[in-house]
């Protein structure tokens, strides 16, 4: 650890000759320079621009040690991060703010450490992603100059958890945010309104469409009379989640169709936020009856080309879980198996739900090209993954497309199986074990 702010100032004092009472002249008593000195008492800000002002340097080095021609060099450094992670050079831009963090004064620290989030959540260490959030959540909560808003923070944080399928813990995190958001007078914002629908991700996650539902239609409400496109987008995007769990599906895609109009047409739209919009009008369409494969690898095939070029590791394997699932229902098991294969690859560091998907996919493309033990076992692991994770409506969802395999096989004691599963995800549990039927007879 470098020198402390007392010490600093003790050794210019001493260095330009300056006695305390000559220090403090008439803008403190000697004494309060002594506890300075000692560490024992931070300057107001008045106090210390005229400390520095007595010692010939600028405030910035005497609170920080830095001067500022480096700070100056930090931003510029900061500035070469942020462009590398934008294109997509995800390792260099690390590697810059891991340095900065490192080295930076306090401001330029903070700064970097919201950046190490955002690049670690790229590549999919969400738990490191976390740890970093919580770093700067408390640096937010004492004033620290350099610190994102807090909203900014806690929404990324409830996303973070969302993302890694803990949605018990995203719900408890969003919950407390909107709580703390209630108490500032902040309803109605656009980072509230952010807030909101991660929040409605992770009920619906979990399977607690009541919940989704009353949420969605208060931010959908909210997000109208802000007027935002951007947030108009991302209320409707989630809303379309929940229609499709009440089994809504015309309603599902509407909104999600609605949704990317907004956001296509918000003042800075986000690349990789359309994309991902992308990849979840695309799941919808192929859940119709029959599925719209070739809208959806429109879609997909647009999504892919975007998230490779950025580099955005988790949300790319989302969009090839999904080609892979057109590879399935076209009948082109091998290619599913391929491509799913490579979404579980990039998922190795995430883990989560959607690595759970991924392996569902290829577990089923794996039955169908007549390897039925090693892709029932496969999907069977990843249901319950699914499941563990309070994912249920997802795991009933795989338990389902699994019965649907076995029936295609033959294999209808598996199929029936597979169907209790689901239904036991679902909710929808026996309350008894019926006795076997009994044969009626005529009376004689």
Known sequence: MGPTLGQRLRALRVERGLSQADLAGELVSPSYVSLIEAGKRSPEPEVLEGLARKLGCSP?????????????????????????????????????????????????????????????????????????????????????????????????????????????????????????????????????????????????????????????????????????????????????????????????????????????????????????????????????????????ESLLGNAHAVLADMAFGPKLAACETELARCALLRGNFNEAVRVADRSVGRLLEAGGAETENAHVVAGLARIMRGEEDAGIREVAAAAAGLNVLEARMEAAKAWRDLAECMIQCGRSEDAISALRQAADCAGARSATMLPRPVLLRATD
């Open 60 to 296: 910035l080095y005497l609170e920080s040690g830095v001067a500022p021609e480096e700070v100056n060099e930090q931003r510029l450094r900061l500035q070469f991060a942020e462009m590398a992670l934008k294109n997509g050079d995800t390792a260099d831009a690390r590697d810059l703010y891991t340095e900065l963090a490192r080295t930076g004064s306090r401001e330029t620290r903070l700064t970097a450490i919201w950046g190490l989030a955002r690049a670690e959540e790229s590549i999919g260490n969400l738990k490191g992603a976390v740890e970093h959030l919580d770093t700067l959540l408390e640096a937010s909560r004492a004033g620290e100059p350099g610190a994102p808003g807090l909203l900014t923070l806690l929404v990324g944080k409830c996303r973070l958890y969302e993302r890694a399928g803990d949605y018990n813990r995203g719900i408890e995190v969003g919950e407390s945010a909107r709580a703390e958001v209630r108490e500032l007078g902040l309803q109605g914002s656009e980072d509230e309104i952010k807030l909101a629908t991660t929040l409605i991700a992770s009920y619906w996650g979990r399977g607690d469409l009541f919940s989704a539902q009353q949420l969605a239609a208060g931010v959908i409400e909210r997000a109208e009379r802000l007027g935002s496109r951007s947030a108009q987008g991302n209320a409707y995007w989630n809303a379309s989640l929940v229609a499709e769990a009440r089994g809504q599906l015309t309603q599902a895609i509407d909104l999600a169709a609605r949704a990317l109009a907004l956001l296509s047409e918000s003042a800075a739209p986000l690349a990789e936020s359309l994309a991902s919009l992308r990849v979840t009008y695309a799941w919808l369409l192929l859940r119709c009856d029959p599925p719209r494969i070739e809208e959806a």
